[in-house]
């Protein structure tokens, strides 16, 4: 797996035998609590495609804003067998890395999500699948839509 532009951070699995119906992944209770799981890839594809251009793509506003704008100018689709999963991990991993306490959870579609508050959660493969039919809202503006959600929970 190539790993993402912030080498600090070694990717993290799942727990093997994904559920069918629901799982939100918390550590287990340990002595020493681990962090939620944060970085779970899934977008190499999508990396390969930006490093073949000589483009970085940080886990961060700008790396969204770089996905909408190739995603604008014609991101080939045939270069990905799931392109519109490759950009929802991508997005997943950006708001776990900016959102204090957010983390993955897989619902019964099988679709992965990032739960952000107690009772919100994104599911980040149907708003990539929605931007890559419509360009309103951009990933960015998701972005910026699900922090104020977050704030206005706290």
């Known amino acids: 797996m190539s790993r993402p532009v912030e080498p600090d951070e070694a990717l993290q699995r799942l727990p093997p035998g994904m559920p069918r119906h629901f799982a939100e992944y918390k550590p287990v209770a340990e002595a ?11 977008y190499d594809e999508l990396l390969n495609y930006f490093r073949s251009r000589g483009e970085s793509l ?15 100018g014609g991101i080939p689709a045939e270069a990905f067998p799931d392109l519109a999963r490759s950009i929802g ?5 950006v708001l776990t890395h900016s959102i ?17 508050t107690a009772k919100d959660s ?33």
């Not at 020493?32 to 970085?39: D, I, L, Y």
Request: net charge negative.
């Open 32 to 42: 020493v609590p681990a962090p939620p799981v944060t970085n779970v890839g899934g």
């Open 58 to 72: 940080p886990r961060s506003r700008e790396g969204l804003a770089a996905v909408d704008a190739a995603i604008d």
């Open 89 to 93: 991990m991508f997005y997943g991993d």
């Open 100 to 116: 204090t306490g957010a983390h993955w959870k897989v619902v019964a579609s099988g679709f992965p999500e990032v739960r952000f």
């Open 122 to 154: 994104v599911d980040v493969v149907h708003v990539a699948q929605r931007r890559l039919s419509h360009s309103y809202p951009s990933l960015v503006e998701n972005f910026f839509h699900v922090l104020e959600m977050a704030a206005a929970a706290m």
